[in-house]
C-alpha cells in the first residue's frame, strides 16, 4: 500500500475549506453531481418502456455511478486530509 505524503498543514487545509476557490470547486462539482443523477434518473425512468438490460445501458449506469462516487469523493478530500494528519499526529505523540 502507498503512503500518502500530505504537505499541507491541517490549518492550511482548513482555511482551504474555508476558501472562495474551494466554494467555486464545491459548486461546481456538485452541478456536474446533479446532471450525473439527472441523467441517471432519465435512464432508470426510461426503463419502464425500454428494455434496460443491453450490455451498452448497463455500462452506462455504471459509468454515471462511477462519475457520483468521484464527485463525492472529491468533495470529501480535504476532510480525508485533515483526518490523516489528526491520525499521523495521534500516532507521532504515542510514539
Known sequence: MEVIEIK???SQL???KESIIWYDL???LEAWKKGFETELKSIV??????NPSTASVLLHLGDLNGRIKAV???LGLPDVF????EDKDGRNKTD
Open 8 to 10: 499541507s498543514t491541517k
Open 82 to 85: 485533515i483526518s490523516l494528519l
Open 45 to 50: 425512468d426510461d426503463a419502464a418502456s425500454s
Open 72 to 74: 463525492d469523493y472529491l
Open 14 to 16: 482548513e482555511d482551504f
Open 26 to 28: 464545491v459548486k461546481e
